[in-house]
């Protein structure tokens, strides 16, 4: 192969590689939303606390009119919050961030939850909460 032929399949390549990248900016931060997803073992959650962790965190709203949302900021990089309503399997907090690309940095936990009736649950097995895109 000659050069120019080599230069010109190489450029078409660096085209089509920055043409199928997901970041807008060539190189820089998205700011967005991240979703905290809720996985639940029961039918009648009526409220659940939650702490999420990671890089810089501008807001978080409830992802449905149906549920109310509480947060605290408890650091930097952490909010403290409680859902409250019919919480179920699904998506239940929005969370608007700098940079949706560091999906991944962020953490979650379930503290704890109450059924419909405001007893705690003895257990939080089968909880968990993700942090997705």
Not at 53 to 73: H, Y
Not at 102 to 128: I, K, M, N
Request: charged fraction near 15%; glycine fraction near 12%.
């Amino acid at each position: 192969m000659n050069v120019s032929r080599w230069i010109s399949s190489m450029a078409a390549v660096l085209a089509l590689g920055a043409a199928c990248s997901s970041d807008a900016t060539g190189g820089g931060t998205q700011a967005g939303t991240l979703t905290l997803r809720l996985i639940t073992p029961h039918a009648d959650d009526g409220a659940m606390t939650f702490e999420v962790s990671g890089p810089a965190i501008d807001n978080a709203t409830s992802i449905s009119a149906s549920l109310r949302l509480f947060t605290r900021r408890a650091g930097g990089g952490t909010v403290a919050g409680v859902v409250v309503g019919a919480v179920a399997n699904g998506p239940v907090v929005a969370l608007q961030v700098p940079d949706v690309g560091a999906a991944a940095s962020y953490t979650a936990r379930v503290l704890e939850v109450a059924d419909r009736q405001d007893a705690l649950r003895a257990s939080l097995s089968g909880y968990a909460i993700t942090v997705t895109p």
